[in-house]
Nanobody, 124 residues
Framework: QVQLVESGGGVVQSGGSLRLSCAHSGRTFSSPAMGWFRQAPGKEREFVAAISWGGAVTLYADAVKGRFAISRDNAKNTMSLQMNILKPEDTAVYYC?????????????????WGQGTQVTVSS
């Protein structure tokens, strides 16, 4: 079981930046890819970004491409999401997730472990 804890959420004005972090611990039997998802009120949880186990491959949702950057440090068991040029539509609870596979994936069902989420609010 992998435990995931997000941090770094908050309130920021439109055009601002935030950096989310995810600390993961616990016993793993594989080398998981990891990702970020988000869920706005009244909407389904959606894919934001993913990174392969080694960090060589990253995937982004079209809505955040060019503004967000995902990274990981396997030595420190951490993953980050740098969010720039934030927009009000980025407002959501952001979740860190660990995949069943080593390759980066956008599919929610490929992720088996989830954090509790951290709120990001972008004011206009």
């Amino acid at each position: 079981q992998v435990q995931l804890v997000e941090s770094g959420g908050g309130v920021v004005q439109s055009g601002g930046s935030l950096r989310l972090s995810c600390a993961h611990s616990g016993r793993t039997f594989s080398s998981p890819a990891m990702g970020w998802f988000r869920q706005a009120p009244g909407k389904e949880r959606e894919f934001v970004a993913a990174i392969s186990w080694g960090g060589a491959v990253t995937l982004y949702a079209d809505a955040v491409k060019g503004r967000f950057a995902i990274s990981r440090d396997n030595a420190k068991n951490t993953m980050s999401l740098q969010m720039n040029i934030l927009k009000p539509e980025d407002t959501a609870v952001y979740y860190c997730a660990a995949s069943l596979f080593s390759a980066a994936t956008t599919e929610r069902e490929d992720f088996s472990s989830w954090g509790q989420g951290t709120q990001v609010t972008v004011s206009s």
